[in-house]
């Protein structure tokens, strides 16, 4: 998505372009200081990084919540959780991208909202997926670096209600 080599990210992150090759194909998992460099130069959360396997995402692999991050220019830099479609589907893209509609750009407006307000937001937004209508309660709030600058918004989503269409099913959470 940046237009980098591998040996330019390495470069920038002062790491070997090996190691960072080996970071990029799943062998090695990069140490703290690491992870902070390369989301520097990345433009995303060095969190970003090591959320799989926190404890918190095994508690919440089934839960009707969808976690995100995206960066200044509101396209994806990680989710977790998302109903209908691979979470590497929505990286690098805009919610719009994903799909053009009244939810998808309820979402982007929020978000453009937390970025120039440089605060938390909650909202309730209706998504129509292909299995029906599912409505979140979005937080979302300004996603900081470790200096501080702000680098994008991070949502939490919970699923409050769902309705499909097809067999009239309305399920409240």
Excluded at 18 to 39: C, D, F, H, M
Excluded at 52 to 81: G, M
Excluded at 124 to 133: A, E, H, Q, R, Y
């Amino acid at each position: 998505m940046k237009k980098m080599t591998q040996q330019e990210v390495a470069s920038k992150a002062f790491i070997e372009r090996s190691y960072y090759a080996q970071i990029e194909n799943g062998i090695r998992k990069p140490s703290s200081e690491v992870t902070v460099k390369l989301g520097e130069v990345l433009d995303f959360h060095a969190s970003s990084f090591n959320l799989e396997e926190n404890p918190f995402s095994i508690a919440l692999k089934n839960a009707p919540v969808v976690l995100a991050h995206c960066d200044t220019q509101l396209r994806y830099t990680w989710i977790f959780n998302t109903p209908d479609l691979v979470p590497d589907d929505h990286i690098g893209k805009t919610d719009i991208e994903l799909d053009n509609n009244e939810g998808n750009r309820a979402l982007m407006k929020l978000k453009e909202e937390v970025l120039e307000v440089k605060a938390p937001i909650n909202r309730v937004i209706s998504i129509p997926l292909k299995t029906g209508t599912i409505s979140y309660n979005v937080y979302a709030h300004p996603l900081l670096n470790e200096e501080g600058t702000l680098i994008g918004v991070a949502t939490a989503s919970t699923e409050i209600h769902i309705s499909n269409p097809k067999d009239g099913l309305n399920k409240h959470t």
